[in-house]
């Protein structure tokens, strides 16, 4: 805004003193002081505000305007409350400096002065941003992207004074303004605990079908969560079933409470929210052809193709998964399955997405680090061909890959929140295969290792291929009645007896057994004397007439741990 609009608004009751030919300066901010030196705290452009309270003779206005003006303030307003009528002498320091000066009548607050000049110069900011990010849309969406969401984070950040970031529903960090230093300080990196916790509150809330933008307070801050929807939303719009989208869809975080906003600048961010939908559009569009091929090797697996025809596939899907590869890669395979507790709604698409999003290592940042990743989709299931670079040497084995425990390590807070009380994430991890003969193999067991995670309690479990030479692989297929019956039969005794006495059978069992059956390793692990470890060890064997010298009975109370 400019000084001469601030003379035409009776309700701010300035008397101009000096500087008419100066009113046309552009007003960027306004401030309050009383200190004698306020330079630190000024910018440029400031209208500065001050009750006087820092003068106590006429020798320390001139020092003061000169610090203002050296400062590149707009103009200062000094209160008439204290003093009555401006002293001439800081009238004096003003006109030498060339410095606009208003009196502020001592019926008006200073505060009424600041909400007025904010208000307009948000306002003007907001749409000069406007502008710049509809140009920046229509340069995006005509040819190559224009440096991405990072510039329309960084332009909020220097227009709006507003702190943002991008992130995927998993909570990894897709983009971040650069760290520029501006009226609140420098701008902080987002912890990955936070974009986690930011992630997990905004899937929560779409899941409830709350409209954003969501209002979260994190460590005493605000942000304002809004999701960014893909082609086919608006973005206002809610999707006629939330959970089509809601675990692929990207948020805006805005270190902001959005509660407190005008319409004008909730449009603006909405307006933000579609320009980066744009990006992520595009970033769809580039999976499509690692998505195709992922298909066809998938359709020629599961039809029994010759292996030299799925060799074939792989050769061409090498190249464009990992660039510049000189051998042919190993091959891992991911099975996951979105499942709804009401059986309704596709999840095979949303699955996909999803999966691409979690293979993608969660220490990387921006949209692009999934372009080693191949997803297709087949009916409710998500399958990933994961390539990994062979390992030359004696044995020729490919690196660990992908693990399972590891796989949800980083996402399990988010996706829990997102699919509580109305769903669940299950995943299988194959071993890694170095031909196309093994892939129909590696499918099976990611498929069964599926299984085992959907037998495990929990929204959002994994098993790997480990575990599928093990006893766990039958324990999750036990029915429950059994599995009852069976654990107690054998433990309740035990309990019963612990719960009565205080005699700690069941950890002595558990100690005993974990250490096969040794008594003076057991008996050191507890702390005990042998004489005392034999005399609990025949307790248990009196209570539940088995034997623990048996391999059988060591093997069934083993078993009933487990299950239990």
């Known amino acids: 805004m400019r000084l001469r609009a601030l003379l035409d608004t009776d309700a701010l009751g300035l008397k101009l003193l000096g500087g008419e030919d100066e009113l046309d300066r552009g007003v960027r901010g306004v401030m309050t002081t009383d200190l004698r030196d306020p ?21 320390d206005s001139e020092p003061f305007v000169r610090i203002l003006v050296q400062a590149g303030v707009a103009a200062l307003a000094a209160g008439e409350a204290e003093l009555g009528d401006v002293p001439e002498d800081l009238v004096v320091a003003c006109a030498r400096h060339r410095l606009p000066l208003f009196a502020v009548h001592e019926s008006v607050a200073f505060a009424t002065i600041t909400e007025h000049v904010v208000r307009q110069v948000s306002g003007e900011r907001a749409g000069d941003l406007a502008a710049v990010v509809d140009r920046h849309r229509r340069m995006m969406t005509s040819g190559p992207a224009g440096g991405g969401p990072d510039v329309v984070l960084d332009l909020l950040g220097s227009d709006l004074d507003l702190r943002a970031w991008v992130l995927s ?14 009226a609140r300080g420098t ?17 929560a809330a779409v899941r409830t079908g709350r409209r954003g933008p969501h209002r979260v307070v994190l460590d005493r801050t605000t942000y304002s969560l809004f999701p960014v929807r893909g082609s086919g939303h608006g973005p206002t719009s ?39 939908a744009v990006e992520r559009d595009r970033r769809d569009a580039a999976r499509t052809v690692r998505r195709r091929l992922a298909q066809e090797v998938l359709e020629l697996v599961q039809t029994g193709a010759a ?26 395979v991911v099975v996951a399955r979105v499942e709804w507790e009401d059986g309704r709604g596709d999840a095979g698409p949303v699955t996909q997405a999803l999966l691409e999003e979690i293979l993608v290592d969660p220490a990387s940042t921006g949209p692009e680090p999934s372009d080693r990743i191949a997803v297709a989709h087949t009916g409710d299931e998500a399958i ?47 071993a890694a295969v170095h031909s196309a003969e093994g892939l129909r193999g590696a499918l099976e067991e990611a498929r069964h290792a599926r299984r085992v995670a959907a037998a495990r309690p929990g929204r959002v479990c994994a098993a790997g291929h480990q575990e599928l030479a093990s006893h766990v692989l039958l324990l999750p297929f036990v029915p429950d009645d059994v599995r009852r019956a069976f654990t107690a039969r054998l433990l309740d005794p035990l309990r019963e007896y612990d719960r009565r006495h205080r005699a700690e059978l069941i950890p002595t069992l558990e100690a005993f057994l974990d250490c096969d059956g040794s008594w003076t390793r057991c008996a050191t692990r507890l702390h005990l004397h042998v004489n005392t470890l034999r005399y609990r060890v025949g307790r248990i064997e009196q209570l539940t007439g088995r034997d623990l010298s048996r391999l059988e009975d060591k093997l069934d109370f083993f078993l009933a741990l487990r299950m239990s």
Do not use: F
């Open 238 to 276: 809610e999707p006629a079933d939330p959970r089509e989208t809601m675990l692929a869809d990207w948020l805006l975080a805005v270190e902001a409470d959005a509660g407190d906003w005008a319409e004008e600048r909730l449009d603006l961010l909405q307006g933000v929210t579609q320009l980066i």
């Open 187 to 203: 701008v902080p990196a987002l912890a990955p605990e936070a974009c986690a916790r930011l992630a997990a509150e905004h899937l």
């Open 307 to 332: 292996p030299a025809e799925i060799a074939a596939r792989l050769r061409v899907a090498a190249p464009v998964l990992l660039p510049g590869l000189g051998t042919a890669p190993h091959w891992q």
């Open 384 to 430: 990933a061909l994961v390539p990994l670079p062979s390992v030359t040497d004696e044995h020729d084995e490919a690196g660990p890959g992908v693990l399972a425990d590891a796989l949800l390590d980083s996402v399990r807070g988010p996706l829990t929140a997102g699919l509580d009380g109305d769903g669940r994430l299950t995943v299988g991890v194959s």
């Open 39 to 59: 330079s630190r705290y000024l910018s440029g452009g400031e209208l500065v505000l001050t009750g006087l309270a820092w003068r106590r003779d006429a020798a």
């Open 169 to 182: 529903p998993t909570g990894r960090l897709i983009a971040a303004p650069k760290e520029t230093a501006g």
